[in-house]
């Protein structure tokens, strides 16, 4: 049973920095490709980033690249976004996603087969 539990949401300013973690249950964790994705009222769930955990490769949104870190523990089996110099338009509940049997990164929602319940981030301008 593979769990997903997103946690670093908040309130902040245009400008301001948040990290939100996502804590995994399952032992094969290490071999799984983690994803962050966003929606927000009246629009579609969006990807903003992935993490192939066997070898580090990373994916980021366009919207995004150059302002948001996919960072992982192994140990602790969080992963990380860090999220920083936000804007209005990053407000959305924020959903991490485990790929447990994939193989490449995709920023589809298909193929991610277990979700988190989000984690409401809302930038003020």
């Known amino acids: 049973q593979v769990q997903l539990e997103e946690s670093g949401g908040g309130l902040v300013q245009a400008g301001d920095s948040l990290r939100l973690s996502c804590a995994a249950s399952?032992?094969?964790?290490?071999?799984?490709?983690m994803g962050w994705f966003r929606q927000a009222p009246g629009k579609e769930r969006e990807s903003v980033a992935a993490l192939k955990l066997s070898n580090g490769r990373t994916y980021y949104a366009d919207s995004v690249k150059g302002r948001v870190t996919i960072s992982r523990d192994n140990a602790k089996n969080t992963v990380y976004l860090q999220m920083n110099s936000l804007k209005p338009e990053d407000t959305a509940v924020y959903y991490c996603?485990?790929?447990?049997?994939?193989?490449?990164?995709?920023?589809?929602?298909?193929?991610?087969?277990?979700w988190g319940r989000g984690t409401q981030v809302t930038v003020s301008s």
């Open positions: 399952g032992r094969a964790f290490r071999t799984w490709i």
């Open positions: 996603a485990a790929d447990t049997d994939g193989t490449e990164i995709s920023a589809s929602t298909y193929g991610y087969d277990y």
